[in-house]
C-alpha cells in the first residue's frame, strides 16, 4: 500500500525560506502514478492547490499566488518529491499536503495523500 511522508515543516518568518519533502513508499497496485504534487489548507478555507510535477517528464506546474517563489521537483531514486518555498509570506502558512494521482489542480483527482506538515510563518 502506498505510503507518502512527509517532513520540512515548521516556523519561519516572513521572507524566509522552508524545504518540504514527500517521501513515497510501498507499491501503488499499478505500474506508476505519474502524478504528484502540493495541496494546502488553512484553517477556514477549503484545500488549495499549490504545485505539482510530472514524475516522468519533470513538468510543473504551479498555482499563481506561489509562481516564482516555490519551486518543485523530484529525486526519482529516492521516490521523494520536494517543494523549496521562498520568499515566505504570512498568507501561506497552512497545513501543507503531498498527494498522488494527478497534475491538475484538482483535488479530488489525486488518489493517495500524505498526512500534512504544518507551515507557520510568523514574526
Known amino acids: 500500500q502506498v505510503q507518502l511522508v512527509e517532513s520540512g515543516g515548521g516556523l519561519v518568518q516572513p521572507g524566509g525560506s522552508l524545504r518540504l519533502a514527500c517521501a513515497q513508499s510501498?507499491?501503488?497496485?499499478?505500474?506508476?502514478?505519474?502524478?504528484m504534487g502540493w495541496f494546502r489548507q488553512a484553517p477556514g478555507k477549503e484545500r488549495e492547490f499549490v504545485a505539482s510535477?510530472?514524475?516522468?517528464?519533470?513538468?510543473?506546474n504551479y498555482a499563481g499566488s506561489v509562481k516564482g517563489r516555490f519551486i518543485i521537483s523530484r529525486d526519482n531514486a529516492r521516490n521523494t518529491m520536494y517543494q523549496q518555498m521562498n520568499g515566505l509570506k504570512p498568507e501561506d502558512a497552512a497545513v501543507y499536503y503531498c498527494?498522488?494521482?494527478?497534475?491538475?489542480?484538482?483535488?479530488?483527482?489525486?488518489?493517495?495523500w500524505g498526512q500534512g506538515t504544518q507551515v507557520t510563518v510568523s514574526s
Open positions: 510501498g507499491r501503488t497496485l499499478r505500474f506508476r502514478i505519474d502524478g
Open positions: 510535477i510530472s514524475w516522468s517528464s519533470g513538468s510543473t
Open positions: 498527494a498522488m494521482g494527478d497534475v491538475r489542480p484538482v483535488a479530488n483527482l489525486y488518489e493517495y
